[in-house]
């Protein structure tokens, strides 16, 4: 038999249970996932990535002020030198769609650039000390 893991984000609380029974606890009460909660502080931490092809800066210094464009290539619009295949990347703007998130922020922050448009998206995921993702559409997950 088949075990798996829950969790209650509203208390914290963690259970292992039968497969079958996960499942019927987690469509029951909307308070369980089969997904951990968020670390805390995650909003707070550096987003950081795996480069998954080379990435070259931006054709124009000043296209990293602008609004994330909606296209694409290998180029990295926010980036400001060559970044190497494979090469770790810490940042607080926009990640290119290749980058493959390695932290908690990194996965929330990806998630949203890669399934949001970006003509609604504000200049940086990074307001103040935290990052606050919001596309302009009154749909906002942190």
Known sequence: MMEAQIFNHKTGEARTMPQLQ???QTRMDRDWSFDPPAPKG?????????????????????????L??????????YGTEPI???QIVATREWCHPSMQPLN??????????????????????????????EDGMGSAAA
Not at 42 to 66: H, K, N
Not at 68 to 77: A, H, I, L, N, R
């Open 22 to 24: 996960a499942t019927q």
């Open 42 to 66: 995650w909003e707070r931490e550096t987003p950081l990535y795996r480069a998954s092809q080379a990435l070259r800066p931006a054709v124009r210094a000043r296209y990293r002020m602008e």
């Open 68 to 77: 994330p464009f909606s296209e694409t290539g290998d180029s990295w619009q």
């Open 84 to 86: 190497k295949k494979g």
């Open 104 to 133: 908690y922020s990194a996965k929330q922050v990806h998630e949203f650039f890669t399934t949001r448009p970006r003509s609604r998206l504000p200049r940086s995921p990074w307001v103040g000390d935290r990052i606050r993702l």
